[in-house]
């Protein structure tokens, strides 16, 4: 068995970008948005798209290959000045997000094959500020991964 976290990142993000919506482009990053980055102009919001929380777990195998479990989460985070906005912006970045988490569109390198790739669930948080509120979709995704010895 090998490290297979980052080339699960990678594939992600390969696979949902480029994200464009209504001719904006969407940032999409791995763990946090860079400070040279900055958010898109989505509509009345601000908007980026994060590749957050992720853990492996070996499975069931055989002989020939190894099998992992990758669970991840991508956050989809818009913003509005206080007493704007809604989560229909989030809710539409995430549309996007999901018609391309398919096996289709993910591309692993040669020794990785995604069998299957299961939503595990979708929810909305919404924080509150002084100036602004932000809504953040959050995606949650299991992909069984073999690993060809």
């Known amino acids: 068995m090998r490290e297979i976290a980052t080339d699960i990142r990678v ?3 390969n696979a949902i970008t480029p994200l464009t919506l209504s001719g904006t482009i969407i940032p999409v990053h791995d763990t946090e948005l ?3 980055i900055e958010p898109a102009y989505y ?17 069931t ?13 991508i956050s989809i985070v818009t913003k509005f000045p206080q007493g704007n906005g809604g989560k229909k912006l989030s809710e539409n970045i995430s549309n996007a ?9 993910l591309t692993l390198p040669g020794d990785l094959q ?11 948080q919404i ?12 995606l949650s995704y299991t992909l069984d991964i073999f690993q060809v010895s």
């Open 11 to 13: 594939a992600i993000i």
């Open 34 to 36: 860079p400070n040279d």
């Open 43 to 59: 509509l009345t919001s601000r908007a980026y798209v994060l590749i957050t929380d992720q853990n492996e777990a070996e499975t």
């Open 61 to 73: 195998n055989n002989d020939c290959s190894i099998r992992q479990n990758a669970t991840f989460q």
């Open 97 to 105: 997000i999901q018609q391309k988490m398919t096996l289709d569109y």
């Open 114 to 124: 995604a069998i299957n790739i299961t939503k595990n669930f979708s929810r909305t």
């Open 127 to 138: 924080e509150q500020g002084s100036s602004q509120i932000a809504y953040q979709k959050i």
